[in-house]
């Protein structure tokens, strides 16, 4: 005699698939809460695209050895030229509270024993990029297709005092300061 | 007329007494020569590099020749000599035979086991080694040179390898990446460009391409088993592409890293000299003569020898085909160049 027929296993597996998804449900529960901010550019005859994504419980709670809160900034070059950057003449910025916390671009000569610590691997990630490839004509030169690149900033976290409201990019090699703020509540 | 007198050279010799004697080292001297005759003209046959009778004679595959001829010569002479050791016949079964002529059979046995270590010993000392695979890392390019025209170039010269290729790293390159302690070595280095690659070879052969300029030279660098290469020169080696001088500035610092490695890089290449014909690992006193050296790349009797005995014949046959550049501008690789990568070839 079968103790197991097919509509009892479907019935469990039913089961089994509804705590499933209960379950992550709880764990996903904060999904909507990240805060986006966006900025453009123009590099050539295209547009540069630059965004950051927060999400406020973690950027709370993280840290880089208990000195820094690590910020990923998405850049997605639309311009038909290369965006050229430098740790040494960039700037980059974030206005919290109303303060304008200026972060590290450059871990490596702004905390050396910090970055002398971390593996080859880690060091090609968290390095600041010297470029940012030209996007390329797609065949037909009807569309362009992008370059995409991340790269992240170090804020000094005892200047953190909250969430930033706005973060400000100066790149030298364009001249011009990119603000990259949340998009209006509307378009959310 | 020649073979009337060898007949009356052999007929004279099987009169002497002493022809029991030497026959068999007549016919193994007779094997030799014909072992050296049928190799050359395999060598010559068989691959693009033809190398002269001297060149021959010097190469490793002579020596192979000479080792094994004289180790046959001395097994003939082991086997010949009988120092007070009395051969006895035995016509009943082995162990008695062993019994009899013990102490012979172990003389002969010892010095053959001798004979064959030395032999090896001596195939060994003159075999070529392998050579390895080189990485090739793109430091930072000039706006004449895009990385995939540099790769397609780097891609054809692998097509004629047999044996090892250059490998390519596409990773950016960015001092940003290194310790603060690789910064300053590397600030304080006379060659510091150098010193960049050598921590991004993290000791394996490896060349960097750069279009900035180096410490100490004009085109190239070169420590251990890491070179670097600048296109920082472009007006000195202009109206030819940076392509067509990349090319024989990979190929002829491929070899460097390869004979470094083996400790057999000439003591006196690239040392500064006035005097230049055009060699492969000369000095260049007039830095305009670039041009004319990638223009009639070759390899000398002497450099042909260095490499044949190092690395064996497919490498040098490769090394001598791919210096002539033909294949650089055959239809095909010329063709793809201009179509794709925008850069014109010509002679």
Known sequence: ?????????????????????????????????????NGTATVGNGECRFSISLEPVSFAVNSVAGKYKLVEVSIENRGTTPLVLSSDQDHFDAVINGQVVPAVLSLQRADSVLWDSYSISTRKDLAYPLRVGAAMAAVGGRDIVAEYMSMFVFLPADRVSGIPTEFRYTIASLGTTVTLRQPPATAQ | MLSRAWDLLIGWLKSRQYWASIEPFVIIALGWGGAQLLSFEWISAASPFKPSIALFLGSYMSHWISIGAMGLAALTL?????????????????????????????????????????????????????????????????SDVTPEGLAYLIYEINRLQQNWYFE????????????????????????????????????????????????????????GAVSVITTAEQPVYAPLTSYEYLAYCLILQGMSIHLDAEGGLPKDA??????????????????????????????????????????????????????????????????????????????
């Open chain 2, 78 to 142: 082991l086997f010949r000599s009988r120092p007070n050791i009395p051969l006895r016949e035995s016509a009943s079964k082995f162990r008695m035979f062993w019994s009899a002529n013990r102490r012979l059979i172990i003389y002969r046995g010892v010095g053959t086991t001798l004979i064959f270590a030395i032999v090896a010993l001596g195939i060994h000392v003159y075999a070529p080694s392998r050579v390895s695979h080189i990485t090739v890392r793109f430091m930072d390019l000039d």
């Open chain 2, 168 to 223: 390519i790293n596409f990773d950016p390159f960015n001092q940003e990446e290194f310790t603060s302690g690789q910064v300053a070595r590397c600030r304080d280095d006379t060659r510091p460009k150098l010193c960049q690659a050598e921590i991004l070879a993290m000791g394996q052969p490896f060349i960097g391409i750069t279009a900035q300029p180096l410490g100490g030279a004009l085109f190239a660098e070169h420590r």
């Open chain 1, 1 to 37: 005699m079968k103790l197991i027929t097919a509509p009892h296993l479907v019935c469990v597996l039913a089961v089994i698939g509804t705590l499933a998804s209960l379950s992550f449900a709880e764990i996903g529960g904060r999904s909507g809460r990240s805060k986006t901010f």
């Open chain 2, 270 to 347: 690239f040392s500064s000299d006035k005097l230049s014909h055009g060699g492969f690992f000369q000095f260049l006193p007039y830095k305009q003569a670039v041009k004319s050296s990638i223009l009639a790349a070759r390899l000398t009797p002497e450099e042909e020898m260095l490499l044949l005995n190092r690395f064996g014949r497919d490498y040098v046959a490769t090394c001598a085909n791919l210096l002539t550049m033909d294949w650089l501008y055959s239809d095909r690789v010329k063709g793809n160049f201009e179509r794709v990568f925008k850069a014109k070839l010509e002679r």
